[in-house]
């Protein structure tokens, strides 16, 4: 993977908070400018990721939207590339959980999780290759898998339902880039000390919990980003990368 421009721009939805920002001040940190991305109400949290961005010494921007929305997540990489030059590493991090038995769960709540956890990220994986492949000088797709994606849990149907969708996808469309010297590759992350970690817990109805497993920092999740962003993990492509501390052995 080569740039045209000396400086390689990351595009992180999900950036606000937890894990989408440690992997955002990660690759900062690895001289990369960042684009983060995220929803509506996420400002301040978003201008607070920024700053710590520009305080490493990189370029950053932030943008709200919504990774369910097509125009969204095409505006968004067009005004990072028109803002920061190019686009090299999608991080497509965006997800959300909605512990509930599929017994009592509603179609809409079911539609929800798989439109901002597949379809989001289908569509960042979409939006990523194509401006990549106009680029010509290859890239790195990272999308959020889980151990949910690997196995399925009580309570989290439609999340692990979401999450396999992400692992097909990741197996299915890095075949697609590799023409394109794209690889395009997810994290499965076991339990991260993040806001949608504390959410669930405090919901007190998350049996996917197993209280025998372990709690990581979001920094895990992002020095293996970081990893697979380099140039030279060119020969890392279609895999799901468990990050569990040894739960899912798959
Ligand atoms: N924390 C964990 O234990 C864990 C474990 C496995 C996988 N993951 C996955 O890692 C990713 C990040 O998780 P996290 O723990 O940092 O979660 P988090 O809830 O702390 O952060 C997720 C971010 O995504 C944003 N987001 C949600 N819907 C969006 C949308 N439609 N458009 C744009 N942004 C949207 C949220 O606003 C939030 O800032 C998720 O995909 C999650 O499923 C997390």
Redesign the pocket.
Known sequence: MTSTSTTRVAFI????????EAIALRLAQDGLDVAV???AG?EE?LKGVTKKITDIGRKAIWIV????SEESIKDAIARTVEELGSLDVMVA?????HAKPIIEMTPEEWNRVLA??AT?IMLSYKHAGIQMIKQGHGGRIIG?????GKQGFPTAGA?SAS?FAVRGLTHAFSQEMKPHNITVNAY??????????A?SIEAGRDKALAPTQKVAQ?SVVADLVSYLALPNSYFINGQIISIDGGWIYQ
């Open positions: 939805t999900g950036g606000a908070q937890g894990i989408g991305f995220d929803m996420k949290l939207g919504d990774v369910t991090n965006a997800g959300i959980r901002i956890n989001g959020a898998c889980s151990v949910s999340y999450k499965a992350p076991g339990l991260i000390a993040t806001p949608m970690l959410v979001p």
